[in-house]
T-cell receptor
Framework: DAGVIQSPRHEVTEMGQEVTLRCKPI?????LFWYRQTMMRGLELLIY????????DSGMPEDRFSAKMPNASFSTLKIQPSEPRDSAVYFC?????????????FGPGTRLTVL | AQKVTQAQTEISVVEKEDVTLDCVYE???????LFWYKQPPSGELVFLIR??????QNEISGRYSWNFQKSTSSFNFTITASQVVDSAVYFC??????????????FGTGTRLQVTL
């Protein structure tokens, strides 16, 4: 079975540009999570969805960040406008809530560099 | 608020040595889950183990073993006969909630393990 798929794997952009990160969760999973990893702050949860509905976006740093999940197989995280401090690795994860299998499985991450 | 502490920032061992990675957690909930993830140099996060708060049995998987002790709020990870391929950053994580719902993962800061020949 395919794991969580993220694209692009690497993104280099200039300050002020819009950046869109994409995620395809594992088929059948009903939860989707976006995390950010930096040296200073470690791994932090940005937002998560259940059945395509945002449940908690308290980790989204500011209004420049937005996330959508238009259907069960696709989610985007958008940064507009991007700033150098947004440089990080962004991970998407998914999980299946039924029964005891609510383990989060992570995608390979997108390494974002904002110049 | 929940918290996960991995006091060991970096550990270096020689191949075939045993190594234990420490994890101490804080939570007010009686139902919670503990996880270990591995992040190799390639960068992905690989799930290793999940343990719920009602199951204190230690677990062994090949060279890996986990020691969960509620009395000390610890969930330590031991690699026996370490190998170079074990070199990675290892994260301990905690989630609170009941079975059937997903909840936030709180990660520790990670322990970087370097295994040399």
């Amino acid at each position: 079975d395919a794991g969580v798929i993220q694209s692009p794997r690497h993104e280099v952009t200039e300050m002020g540009q819009e950046v869109t990160l994409r995620c395809k969760p594992i088929s059948g999973h009903d939860y989707l999570f976006w995390y950010r990893q930096t040296m200073m702050r470690g791994l932090e949860l940005l937002i998560y969805f259940n059945n395509n509905v945002p449940i908690d976006d308290s980790g989204m740093p500011e209004d420049r960040f937005s996330a959508k999940m238009p259907n069960a197989s696709f989610s985007t995280l958008k940064i507009q406008p991007s700033e150098p401090r947004d440089s990080a690795v962004y991970f998407c994860a998914s999980s299946f809530s039924v029964g005891v299998t609510d383990t989060q499985y992570f995608g390979p991450g997108t390494r974002l560099t904002v110049l | 608020a929940q918290k996960v502490t991995q006091a060991q920032t970096e550990i270096s061992v020689v191949e075939k040595e045993d190594v234990t990675l420490d994890c101490v957690y804080e939570t007010r909930d009686t139902t919670y889950y503990l996880f270990w993830y591995k992040q190799p140099p390639s960068g992905e996060l690989v799930f290793l183990i999940r343990r719920n708060s009602f199951d204190e049995q230690n677990e062994i998987s090949g060279r890996y073993s986990w020691n969960f002790q509620k009395s000390t709020s610890s969930f330590n990870f031991t690699i026996t006969a370490s190998q170079v391929v074990d070199s990675a950053v290892y994260f301990c994580a905690l989630s609170e909630g009941d079975t059937g719902t997903a909840s936030k993962l709180t990660f520790g800061t990670g322990t970087r393990l370097q295994v040399t020949l």
